[in-house]
C-alpha cells in the first residue's frame, strides 16, 4: 500500500512515522513544500520516499493524507479532483475544521472518490518534522468525518492503518466536529492568546511584572503560542461556531458582573464547577455520521 502523506509537519510527520514505524507492507510518501522537512524526514526514517509533487504521486497512491491548514487542504482537493486517481483511493486530512472541507470534497465524492475527513486531536508547542513522534496521538481522540455514501469498507481501511497511531477513533458529522473544536479547543486558544496580548499592553511600561505569573497563568496561556497561518484559517472556516461560543462565555462574563451589583459579595452557584459524571464522557456514537446533513447526537 502507497500512502501519500502532503505536509510534513507535527501532525503529518507524526502519522507519517508511526506508518513507517509499525505499518509493515506500507510505504510512505512525504511532500512538503520546504525540501529541508523532506530532507529531515527521510533521514529520521519518518518517511520512505520523497514524492515530486500531488500531481505525479497522487494518481499512485492508494491513501492520501492531507495534512496542511485548511484552506491548503482545499486548494489541494481541487487539484485531486482533476487528477486520473485510483479509484478505490481513500483521501483524507488532518484539518481542524470540518464542514469547509467536507463542502469542498463533494466534487470528489461526485466522482465516486472516497473521502473521509480526519482530525486527530493532539499537538505539543513544538512545531514542524523535527518534532515529528510516532506515539503523538496515544490515547488521544482521533475524530472522522465519513461521507454520507462513504462505503463503511472504506472507513474499516481507514481504521485499521491509522491504528499504529494509538488514537481513539470517533465519528462525528462536520457541523458536530466544528461546535465541538470550537469549545474545546478553537475558543481556548483565542482566550488564552487575549490574555497574553491584555497583559503584555497592561504591562508594557514595566514588562518584568511578568515574570510574577505564577502556576495558573502559565496553564491558561499555554497555548497561545500557535502558527499564525493555521489560526488564520481556523478563524476564517469555523467563524460561525467561534462566534457562537465566544457569545455564551460574554453572557457569562455578563452573568459575573450582575451576581454584585452594589459591591456586596453574595452566593452564586453560576460560576461554581460542575461535578464531573460518566454523562459527561465523549461516546461514540453507534453509526457513522454523514459528511453533509445534520448532526448526529453523541
Known amino acids: 500500500m502507497r500512502v501519500l502523506i502532503n505536509g510534513l509537519g507535527l501532525i503529518g ?28 524526514a527521510k533521514q529520521r526514517g519518518i518517511i520512505d520516499e520523497i514524492g515530486l509533487s500531488l500531481t505525479t504521486d497522487a494518481p499512485r497512491a492508494d491513501v492520501i493524507i492531507l495534512a496542511t491548514p485548511v484552506t491548503a487542504v482545499e486548494a489541494s482537493i481541487d487539484l485531486l479532483a482533476t487528477l486520473p486517481l485510483k479509484s478505490e483511493v481513500i483521501i483524507t486530512d488532518t484539518g481542524s ?22 482530525h486527530p486531536m493532539a499537538g505539543s508547542h513544538k512545531s514542524g518534522v523535527q ?28 481504521k485499521e492503518l491509522l491504528q ?3 488514537a481513539k477513533f470517533l465519528v462525528l458529522a462536520p457541523q458536530q466536529h466544528d461546535h465541538i473544536v470550537a469549545l474545546l479547543s478553537h475558543v481556548p486558544h483565542i482566550l ?25 497563568f502559565r496553564d491558561m496561556t499555554r497555548i497561545a503560542s500557535s502558527d499564525p497561518t493555521m489560526w488564520a484559517d481556523i ?45 459527561n464522557t465523549l461516546r461514540p456514537p453507534s453509526a457513522p455520521a454523514p459528511c453533509r446533513g445534520s448532526s448526529t447526537s453523541m
Not at 475544521?97 to 480526519?118: E, M, N, P, R, S
Not at 488564552?192 to 495558573?216: I, Q, W, Y
Open 13 to 40: 510527520g507524526s502519522i507519517a512515522y508511526a506508518l513507517a514505524k509499525f505499518q509493515p507492507g506500507v510505504t510512505v510518501i512525504g511532500l512538503d513544500q520546504n525540501p529541508v522537512n523532506l530532507r529531515q
Open 97 to 118: 475544521t470540518k464542514t469547509a472541507i467536507c463542502q469542498a470534497a463533494q466534487q470528489l465524492t461526485d466522482k465516486g472518490i472516497t473521502f473521509i475527513g480526519g
Open 131 to 158: 518534532a515529528a513522534n510516532w506515539d503523538l496521538f496515544r490515547s488521544a481522540f482521533y475524530l472522522l468525518v465519513p461521507g454520507a455514501n462513504t462505503p463503511e469498507t472504506a472507513l474499516t481501511t481507514l
Open 164 to 166: 499504529v497511531t494509538n
Open 192 to 216: 488564552a492568546a487575549s490574555l497574553v496580548n491584555t497583559t503584555h499592553e497592561d504591562f508594557k511600561d514595566c514588562p518584568d511584572m511578568v515574570r510574577l505569573a505564577a502556576g495558573g
Open 235 to 279: 478563524l476564517t472556516t469555523n467563524k460561525t461556531e467561534i462566534l457562537a461560543v465566544l457569545a455564551s462565555y460574554e453572557a457569562q462574563l455578563k452573568a459575573l458582573e450582575a451576581i454584585s451589583p452594589l459591591g456586596t459579595p453574595r452566593r452564586s452557584s453560576t460560576f461554581s464547577p460542575r461535578p464531573k459524571s460518566p454523562e
